[in-house]
């Protein structure tokens, strides 16, 4: 038994026998078995919300239009792979306003995680919003100054330069 089919039996079991498939979700996502995913949504137990959102976010990749319903849901959790996964969707369609409102709502649940914020200013910055992205990176910066990432936004904004390289927004991760 290879060391991958050992997790994925024991994310499995936690999934059907504990009721918690999230992690299954998310392993099958990084492996791109998207017939397991498939296979894996009428198996997700009712109550097991954090599994079927995990699902619903893995689905936009077929489905990005739904996105924008998962808002509610998503912020509903605080789990910081969901609000990035779905700011990845948001911004992937152009949604800058939703994407915004949803890394503000991460802000609130965590004030220390600018993961999702920085998404944002460095979409800005790929979309030559300079004001923008330098408004959003520096209150980033405000946040969590320690940011190295933040800072080359706000330098390269100040700028009006480019991000200098392609931002991934594709819902499965990488």
Not at 13 to 28: C, T
């Amino acid at each position: 038994m290879t060391l991958q089919e050992y997790q994925r039996r024991i994310l499995e079991r936690r999934a059907f026998d504990e009721g918690s498939a999230k992690d299954l979700v998310y392993f099958l996502a990084v492996l791109r078995d998207r017939d397991g995913l498939a296979a894996l949504r009428g198996r997700i137990r009712k109550e097991d919300e954090a599994g079927r959102l995990a699902w619903d976010l893995m689905a936009l990749e077929e489905r990005p239009d739904r996105a924008v319903e998962l808002l509610p849901r998503v912020a509903a959790f605080d789990d910081p792979w969901f609000f990035h996964t779905l700011t990845k969707a948001l911004l992937g369609q152009g949604r800058f306003k939703e994407a915004l409102a949803l890394a503000q709502q991460r802000l609130k649940q965590s004030a220390g995680d600018t993961s999702v914020i920085n998404l944002v200013a460095k979409w800005l910055l790929g979309e030559g919003e300079h004001v923008l992205a330098l408004e959003v990176a520096k209150r980033s910066l405000r946040l969590a100054p320690r940011q190295e990432d933040m800072q080359a936004v706000v330098n390269r904004a100040a700028r009006k330069g480019s991000l200098g390289y392609p931002l991934y927004l594709d819902v499965l991760p990488k």
